[in-house]
């Protein structure tokens, strides 16, 4: 009963937020009635609005604070189409690790989608943890605990070609720094490349397919991301490393309310990779269920299917199930060292025009545990 109070809390205020724009004469009044149903959020013509944050993960704990989110539809002067939807997010929050956050993120669809801009840039803290490289890692509560200051930025800048596609650069920069640990690093680890921080930037082109109708809850379509950065040293480091990364995600519809969703990804690095930015198996979008860096290593590929389905009015759910392996290369991937996670999970729409659900998903891994995950729109 206390998990459904809060979670009916948690989507009414997202839905102030996040209700989008629609230029039409009848406008539903601002009363709780309307608040809750996402028939009228679109129609209410809300704008910037200052809305509190509540997550959880095990990577965070519960995350708690206050964002601004604007949201909005670009649309082409005199032409009565609109582009899919943008959105521009600031937020400051706090968790109960400890972990403090300033951060903006953005998916920004320009008039005619000629142009799309996404990432996000910010500060934190953050307390993260190493059980060691591939899969020859310490027992599940023997990891070495260590909390770390970030500088991010993640930016990508696309130009559209044809049919959906487009072209574009990918800039990335991240500086860890004031690395420190709960207990002495043992001479192994001490000679890990990165461990007490690294400084990189990293520059290459991109190449995206945006064909979903929803870009934050698809229904159909598909979604192709490809892209290589070189990172090059900063600041006096010494890690120059290639990084390459392929997403593909197809989404099939299951009658008018249903769908079937599939995702493949891969990943690689080469060069001398910090640890911290190697690849990392887990999180709240795929393999849910492991810890963020449970296991990483140079290489990780890993796929997952979801199948979404309507309950009831505004209420969704969703069973999902993924598998994945790593290596130092592609090459080097043992198949009987593959890792699964399985879970399911509701979703409550906050916004209808746009597909916009909050998430509440539980996923089991393989190894060890589970986790649960208090997110804002679907995981892929």
Known sequence: M????????ISLSLSISLAAQDSIPYTPKKILKNFINPDSLPLMNLRIVPIPILTSSPET??????ALEYFFNAKEKGKNTEARGSYIHGQLTYSTLGQFEIKGTWQVFTKGERFVFRGSAGYSTYNDRFWGLGYQTAAEKNFLAMDYRRIFLESRMYRLLKNNWYAGIRLDY?????VKFKRSLTVTESALSGINGSKVLGIGPAILYEGRDYPFGAHKGAYAELYFAHNIPVGGDQYAFNHWLVDLRKYCPVGNSNTLAFQFLTQGNTGNVPIL???????AQLMRGYFTGRFRDLSYTAAQGEFRFHIWRWINGAGFAAAGVMGESMNQYQLNQTRYAVGGGLRFLVNKKNRMFLRLDYAKNSTSGGAYYIRLNEAF
């Open 174 to 178: 991240n500086d860890i720094f004031e």
């Open 2 to 9: 206390l998990l459904s109070k809060l979670l009916l809390g």
């Open 61 to 66: 704990g519960v995350k708690f604070g206050g």
């Open 277 to 283: 930015e190697m690849a990392k198996m887990g999180g």
